[in-house]
């Protein structure tokens, strides 16, 4: 078999390997503790290995050693479910991801190199984020997926760039690291073999009479000298993740944290297909007791698309902090099951970056300050067809948080022309304010002096007869500036004057 032609490409291949998985599952069993499988040790925390609680060590024998000993079964499912939103979270990274049951993940991060700053900040940022959502990794990068496999297996995180230095990078692991099986150890052990350098000098078609073609492929592939396909992980069209807490809690605010954690998986998750979400639903789970308690929901929505995780966060932080809990939470559900389409955006000319860049800063400021004041303390103006100035704006009452999705901009009706003929002032006073006048001048804390006027507005005849309404008006509008060279609203009618708005 040819060992000199190399399909690897433009390929670079990152592996996180999660040896502690059967362990992290777990994040409230109390320490020292150990995770076991037909009666022998799986895994064991730093506190019980230190009192020599070892993988492979008989359950008796380890409570031998260590009396108080938590133990638990292990949970394969409960480690797929880790490794899927774990996969979830590495989409914000590279859509290219393979998950290798039970505890390896691979990502190809070659076309994801600029967008991070290079393989030696990507690295970092990945393992860094790993270690964030609760995973202590060991991670390699390399460019092929079963070289990065071996890499990260043997726990040799220097990357390795250049598929020239793989014979090298790879010869220098020790066998008894990678996951051969035992008659492969036992069968490499008896020809002197102790690294994977002894393995690659020894005859292709020797090792494969003795081991069997497929081991003399494995090899191949980690070399880059024979394609290695790999299936994809394939993003579900919905996204519905639980974590378990660590410990129960009844504060609300410390719920955060983990919440964070979910949204970072719900953002990675939307950004490998390119989604956004204006909704999404969090559900608390209470600890179970004599009364059975449904779970506390919590629903946030957004006035634009986003799958940004800071602007998520600040505002599930802003309603944790008014969130009133019934019972302490165990556990955390994140729901968002109705995704929509939200390309990639573009930096603004002065450096802004992300969705801030543009007009959805207004849109976060706005979703912020709902869930700090309440849906009904922040509302939108929409313009009515109506000449009375009264009447010629409506206040919309957002439900963002109840998840009605409101433009958080000033917006005017189809049928209703924004050209007006005269200049019209955003603030109105509620009830306009009688002036008095002096020698046929308005006065309001001194003379006024008239700029622009008169504007006649005549309207609302239709109504005059229905109880509270605002009925028929005839009155002059003018715009007048005072001795504190304010720009204000006035109009005069029958009844004198009045001052109906400021400008600025």
Same mark, same amino acid.
């Given at each position: 078999?040819?060992f000199?032609?190399h399909?690897?490409?433009?390929?670079?291949?990152?592996?996180?390997?999660?040896?502690?998985?059967p362990?992290?599952?777990?994040?409230?069993l109390?320490?020292p503790?150990?995770?076991?499988?037909?009666?022998?040790?799986?895994? $064991?925390?730093r506190? &019980?290995?230190?009192?020599?609680?070892? #993988?492979? +060590?008989?359950? !008796? @024998?380890?409570?031998?050693? /260590?009396?108080?000993?938590?133990?638990?079964?292990?949970?394969?499912?409960?480690?797929?479910?880790?490794?899927?939103?774990?996969?979830?979270?590495?989409?914000?990274?590279t859509?290219?991801?393979?998950?290798?049951?039970?505890?390896?993940?691979?990502?190809?991060?070659?076309?994801?190199?600029?967008?991070?700053g290079g393989?030696?900040?990507?690295?970092?940022?990945?393992?860094?984020?790993?270690?964030?959502?609760?995973?202590?990794?060991?991670?390699?990068?390399?460019?092929?997926?079963?070289? $990065?496999?071996?890499? &990260?297996?043997?726990?040799?995180?220097? #990357?390795c +760039?250049d598929? !020239? @230095?793989?014979?090298?990078? /790879?010869?220098?692991?020790?066998?008894?690291?990678?996951?051969?099986?035992p008659?492969?150890q036992?069968?490499l052990?008896?020809?002197?073999?102790?690294?994977?350098?002894?393995?690659?000098?020894?005859?292709?078609?020797?090792?494969?009479?003795?081991?069997?073609?497929?081991?003399?492929?494995?090899?191949a592939?980690?070399?880059?000298?024979?394609?290695?396909p790999?299936?994809?992980?394939?993003?579900?069209?919905?996204?519905?993740?639980?974590?378990?807490?660590?410990?129960?809690?009844?504060? $609300?605010?410390?719920?955060?944290?983990?919440g964070r954690?979910l949204?970072?998986?719900?953002?990675?998750?939307?950004?490998a297909r390119?989604?956004?979400?204006?909704?999404?639903?969090?559900?608390?789970?209470h600890?179970?007791?004599?009364?059975?308690?449904?779970?506390?929901?919590?629903?946030?929505a957004?006035?634009?698309?986003?799958?940004?995780?800071?602007?998520?966060?600040?505002?599930?932080?802003?309603?944790?902090q008014?969130?009133?809990?019934?019972?302490?939470?165990d556990?955390?559900?994140?729901r968002?099951?109705?995704?929509?389409?939200?390309?990639?955006r573009?930096?603004s000319?002065?450096?802004?970056?992300?969705e801030?860049a543009?007009?959805?800063?207004?849109?976060a400021?706005?979703?912020?300050?709902?869930?700090?004041?309440?849906?009904?303390?922040?509302?939108?103006?929409a313009?009515?067809?109506e000449?009375?100035?009264?009447?010629a704006?409506?206040?919309?009452?957002?439900?963002l948080?109840?998840?009605?999705r409101?433009?958080?901009?000033?917006?005017a009706?189809?049928?209703?022309?924004?050209?007006?003929?005269?200049?019209?002032?955003?603030?109105?006073?509620?009830?306009?304010q009688?002036?008095?006048?002096?020698?046929?001048?308005?006065?309001?804390?001194?003379?006024?002096?008239?700029?622009?006027?008169?504007?006649?507005?005549?309207?609302?005849?239709?109504?005059?007869?229905?109880?509270?309404?605002?009925?028929?008006?005839?009155?002059?509008?003018?715009?007048?500036?005072?001795?504190?060279?304010?720009?204000?609203?006035?109009?005069?009618?029958?009844?004198?004057?009045?001052?109906?708005?400021?400008?600025?």
């Amino acid at each position: 078999m040819p060992f000199n032609v190399h399909y690897v490409g433009i390929m670079l291949w990152l592996a996180l390997y999660l040896p502690r998985l059967p362990l992290e599952v777990f994040p409230s069993l109390p320490s020292p503790k150990a995770i076991v499988s037909r009666e022998r040790v799986v895994v $064991a925390d730093r506190a &019980a290995s230190s009192a020599g609680v070892m #993988p492979g +060590l008989r359950l !008796a @024998e380890a409570w031998a050693f /260590l009396p108080t000993l938590a133990v638990q079964q292990r949970d394969c499912e409960r480690e797929q479910l880790a490794l899927t939103r774990l996969a979830y979270w590495a989409g914000g990274f590279t859509s290219e991801i393979c998950c290798l049951p039970p505890q390896t993940l691979l990502l190809e991060v070659a076309a994801s190199l600029r967008l991070f700053g290079g393989a030696t900040a990507l690295f970092e940022r990945i393992v860094s984020g790993c270690a964030e959502q609760g995973f202590a990794p060991q991670a390699a990068l390399a460019p092929t997926p079963l070289a $990065a496999q071996w890499l &990260a297996l043997a726990g040799d995180n220097e #990357p390795c +760039l250049d598929s !020239a @230095e793989l014979p090298l990078r /790879l010869g220098r692991l020790p066998l008894a690291a990678l996951d051969f099986s035992p008659q492969k150890q036992a069968r490499l052990g008896s020809f002197g073999a102790r690294l994977l350098a002894d393995v690659l000098c020894l005859p292709r078609a020797g090792l494969a009479r003795r081991l069997g073609p497929a081991f003399v492929t494995d090899l191949a592939r980690a070399l880059g000298d024979f394609p290695d396909p790999r299936p994809r992980f394939v993003f579900p069209e919905r996204f519905v993740e639980r974590l378990e807490l660590p410990m129960r809690t009844d504060n $609300a605010i410390a719920l955060g944290f983990a919440g964070r954690r979910l949204v970072a998986s719900l953002c990675g998750w939307l950004a490998a297909r390119a989604e956004g979400i204006s909704e999404c639903r969090f559900e608390f789970a209470h600890e179970r007791s004599t009364e059975q308690r449904s779970a506390t929901v919590l629903a946030l929505a957004f006035s634009t698309a986003t799958r940004d995780p800071e602007r998520i966060s600040r505002v599930l932080i802003e309603r944790l902090q008014r969130l009133e809990l019934p019972a302490a939470v165990d556990a955390i559900r994140l729901r968002a099951e109705a995704p929509e389409a939200l390309p990639g955006r573009a930096s603004s000319l002065f450096g802004e970056h992300g969705e801030g860049a543009g007009g959805d800063s207004v849109a976060a400021l706005v979703e912020r300050l709902q869930a700090r004041l309440g849906s009904g303390s922040v509302h939108v103006l929409a313009v009515v067809a109506e000449h009375r100035p009264e009447n010629a704006s409506r206040r919309v009452t957002s439900a963002l948080l109840a998840g009605e999705r409101i433009a958080t901009k000033l917006f005017a009706d189809s049928r209703v022309s924004l050209k007006e003929s005269a200049p019209r002032p955003l603030w109105l006073l509620a009830r306009p304010q009688a002036l008095r006048e002096t020698a046929g001048r308005p006065q309001c804390g001194g003379s006024l002096r008239l700029l622009a006027g008169p504007e006649r507005i005549e309207s609302g005849w239709w109504d005059a007869a229905e109880p509270d309404a605002l009925g028929d008006v005839r009155r002059d509008y003018f715009v007048a500036i005072s001795i504190r060279q304010e720009w204000l609203w006035i109009f005069r009618c029958r009844a004198g004057w009045f001052l109906h708005g400021v400008f600025a």
